[in-house]
């Protein structure tokens, strides 16, 4: 009987031991702490827009937007760029951004929550030749494909950024990136294969226009780091090495981007 009650002793000691110590653990994690996220592309001859809303768990949709923030932001003059809030935290301005703008700006939520970035636009750069031969490559599902070869403007001294895109009727899609890295000539020739999904299957016989969209540094590494992110929350057994990423921010004291970029589209290619 004796050796009966040690054991039921015993037992309860355990329980009682592990949990306290989940209780202990779960104590050294503190909740979710919401931080304001601030999302701007700021577009030369556009209306400068931003979107405000509160980080969340993973998983959690939708997003509790902000509606009750001031919003600060002036360029190289000092001039004060008003804001309006239309729903849905999107905020609209009334000023239209241009080529080497400075742009600094400070989000206040409920007199106490602060977050700030800058941006400058950067100078577009022009497309000097650019011409698409409809059948240039095969695609991995063995699909004569278009392929682009276009001719940038370089300025060594200067880095250079950019996304080329495609524009067919309705249809406007980023096929690759550019960049002036390494690259010393007054010219950057780059050729860029059009993968077929998502365009009309009678692409081949269509027109095109191209877009070169020259972004700013922070822009540029928020695209490189979608990748990286997207793999690292969808590992499987052939990156399963890789060290989960997170999205580049630029916004100081939340999460976001305040990006900018300038276009230079040519003629309609035939």
């Known amino acids: ?16 031991g ?3 110590c989940r209780k202990l653990v779960q104590d050294e994690f503190p909740e979710f702490e919401n931080k304001i996220t601030v999302n701007t592309l700021i577009g030369a001859g556009d209306t400068v ?30 001039d004060q ?3 309006t809030h239309i729903g849905n935290g999107e905020y609209i301005s009334d000023y239209i951004a241009k080529e080497n703008d400075s742009l ?3 989000v206040i939520v409920a007199d106490k929550d602060i977050v700030t970035s800058s941006c400058v636009v950067p100078k577009s750069t022009e497309i000097i030749d650019a011409d698409i031969d409809p059948y240039g490559w095969v695609d991995e599902e063995g699909v004569a494909s278009p ?23 309705k249809v406007y899609k980023p096929i690759g990136i550019i960049d002036n890295i390494n690259e010393y000539g007054d010219i950057i020739e780059k050729e860029i294969g059009i993968v077929s999904t998502g365009y ?9 226009q191209l877009i070169f969209r020259t972004v700013d540094y ?53």
């Open 200 to 208: 009309s299957s009678s692409m081949n016989s269509m027109t095109f």
């Open 81 to 83: 760029i008003n804001f």
């Open 1 to 16: 009987m004796f050796k009966l009650k040690s054991k039921l002793v015993l037992a309860v000691m355990i329980i009682l």
């Open 49 to 78: 827009r931003l979107y405000l809303a509160y980080t969340d768990e993973l998983n959690e949709n939708p997003l509790e937007t902000i509606g009750n923030a001031d919003i600060i932001m002036n360029n190289q003059n000092h």
């Open 104 to 106: 600094s700006l400070e």
């Open 18 to 20: 592990i949990t306290a």
């Open 147 to 169: 392929l682009v070869n276009i001719k940038i403007k370089n300025n060594p001294s200067k880095a250079i950024y950019g996304v080329v895109y495609a524009k067919t009727y």
């Open 218 to 270: 922070n822009y540029y590494t928020y695209l490189n780091s979608i990748g990286a992110y997207e793999v690292g929350r969808n590992p499987n057994f052939t990156n399963s090495f890789i060290i989960p990423s997170n999205l580049y921010s630029n916004i100081k004291g939340g999460y976001g981007v305040m990006g900018s970029y300038s276009e230079f589209e040519t003629d309609t290619i035939f």
